[in-house]
């Protein structure tokens, strides 16, 4: 299931990914759920592309990501899901793999491979650090997913039972997966191969990338961390939450200088440096504030 919204520039890409793993359409349903886009015309990409072999669904106004990928859970036919976005792309053998380990672990809930983060041209910007070194049932990942995010929807799929009594995708724009990947790792060993068979694409177009100037990403991380306490037992979640708000405070401040770097924009830094202390407060983190402030001077004074 591919859920897609102005990102017609990748779409091909995604799209030509998918249909070159050879899947007969008894096996493996092919579907775009267009969230209302107006960059292209999707649905004549779709066509042109797929050739009959994938199909369109138009949502009839902007929904929303999480609406839209709600309709995509609806109109899955298959027992195992894969939410593909439209700028995301898999590797030669992602399905025949993925496959192979539910079939090995039927007890598995869910089960993901290594991804390779890309930037706007395909070009590698890092490989994401491996979870085990052989494929198989994760040992302690309910701890380990809950403290961060570990995994990208590109590289995650799903048995669509799972998603039918857990519920889907709900309350933030940003971190929703995250908060998901820890319901399933409650409630189900979580299988894995370190295989890098999955392309996570990073872009300033991207979902997260349109909260990031206003600080609104950290807003629902924090949100995420809540809604996480949940699926933890109880003498875990205290532990968690600090690890995970000391984490996600320090990626903050990182944020924030890159935006000054790459921009420079001090409305967006100053929130960024706001929101990273709210979630977190420590001595390293009012060091790193302070150095980053002393360069928004300095470059006020040199200009």
């Known amino acids: 299931m591919i859920p897609v919204y102005n990102c017609g520039t990748f779409l091909r890409e995604t799209l030509e990914s998918v249909l070159m793993q050879e899947m007969p359409e008894a096996q493996m349903q092919i579907e775009v759920v267009d969230d209302a886009s107006t960059d292209v015309d999707v649905q004549q990409l779709v066509q042109e592309v797929g050739n009959g072999r994938i199909n369109y669904y138009r949502q009839a106004q902007n929904v929303g990501s999480l609406r839209n990928f709600e309709t995509c859970l609806n109109r899955a036919k298959g027992h195992l899901v894969h939410l593909l976005h439209g700028d995301d792309f898999v590797g030669q053998g992602y399905y025949a793999q ?63 039972s799972v998603y039918e009594q857990l519920g889907g995708f709900y309350a933030l724009e940003y971190g929703e997966d995250w908060e998901m990947w820890v319901r399933i790792a409650s409630r189900y060993p979580v299988a894995y191969t370190p295989q890098t068979l999955a392309f996570y694409r990073e872009h300033a177009d991207s979902i997260s990338g349109s909260r990031f100037s206003s600080g609104q990403h950290l807003q629902d991380l ?20 600090k690890k995970s708000q000391r984490y996600y405070a320090k990626y903050g401040l990182k944020v924030a200088r890159k935006l000054w770097r790459s921009v420079p924009d001090q409305t967006a830094t100053l929130a960024q440096m706001s929101q990273a202390l709210q979630l977190a407060k420590s001595p390293l983190l009012y060091l790193l504030s302070l150095r980053l402030h002393a360069m928004m001077l300095l470059r006020r004074l040199w200009n």
């Not at 994760?138 to 995994?151: A, D, G, T």
């Not at 995420?224 to 699926?231: G, P, T």
Request: glycine share 4%.
């Open 222 to 241: 924090a949100k995420a961390m809540e809604l996480i306490q949940q699926h933890l037992p109880p003498e875990a979640k205290s532990q968690t939450l």
């Open 98 to 160: 993925l496959a192979q380990l539910f079939q090995q672990y039927p007890e598995a809930g869910a089960a993901f491979c290594r991804y390779r983060c890309v930037n706007e041209k395909g070009k590698k910007v890092y490989d994401k650090t491996p979870e085990a070194t052989q494929p198989g049932l994760l040992r302690n990942w309910l701890q380990k997913i809950s403290e961060r995010q570990q995994v990208q929807y590109v590289a995650m799929t799903v048995r669509r």
